[in-house]
C-alpha cells in the first residue's frame, strides 16, 4: 500500500503527520531563538576620494541586547564609531530596536581611504559587536556607495510620478 493509499484510508494518519511537522517547526523556531541575530539593514557609504575620509550609515537590530564595539575596512586605514550624544558613548543596541546609523545621528567615519569610492561601488566593512553575554562576533557588512539612503531613494523614486 503506498502513502497516498493509506492517506485516503487513515485520514488519522495524515492528522498526526501533519502534527509531527508542525511540532518540528516549533522545536526549529525555538533553536534558532537561542541564538541570537544581528540584522543590518540598508547599509551604505557616501562617495569620496582616495586618502579623503567619509561616512557609513546603516541599521541595526538585535534579537538579544548589544554593544557595537567597533568596525574595519580593506578600504580605510581606520573605521571610528561617531555618537552623536558624545565622542566617547559606544552605542548601545537594545534587544528587539532599531538602531538607526544615519546621517545627524550615530554613523561610522571610514579616514584614510584606501581607493576613490565611486556610486555602484561596494564598501566591505566589518563590525565588532559583544552580545549582552559578552560574546564577540564579527558581522560581515557589504554597503552600497550612494549619495543618500536607499529608503531615501525610493521616497524620491515615488514622489516625483
Do not use: C
Amino acid at each position: 500500500m503506498t502513502f497516498a493509499e493509506l492517506r485516503h484510508r487513515h485520514p488519522i494518519s495524515r492528522d498526526i503527520g501533519l502534527q509531527a511537522l508542525a511540532g518540528v517547526f516549533a522545536f526549529s523556531l525555538m533553536v534558532a531563538d537561542a541564538n541570537a541575530l544581528f540584522i543590518v539593514n540598508q547599509p551604505w557609504v557616501s562617495p569620496a576620494r582616495k586618502t579623503q575620509s567619509t561616512r557609513a550609515y546603516m541599521n541595526l537590530t538585535s534579537t538579544d541586547g548589544a554593544t557595537l564595539l567597533g568596525a574595519r575596512s580593506e578600504d580605510a586605514r581606520r573605521v571610528l564609531v561617531h555618537s552623536a550624544r558624545a565622542a566617547t558613548v559606544i552605542p548601545a543596541l537594545p534587544a528587539r530596536s532599531e538602531v538607526a546609523m544615519a546621517p545627524g545621528h550615530d554613523h561610522l567615519t571610514l579616514t584614510g581611504l584606501t581607493r576613490t569610492l565611486k556610486i555602484g561601488d561596494r564598501v566591505k566593512i566589518i563590525l565588532n559587536v559583544r552580545d549582552d553575554d559578552g560574546s564577540v562576533h564579527e558581522i560581515d557588512v557589504n554597503a552600497d556607495v550612494r549619495n543618500r539612503s536607499p529608503i531615501d531613494d525610493e521616497r524620491r523614486t515615488h514622489h516625483h510620478h
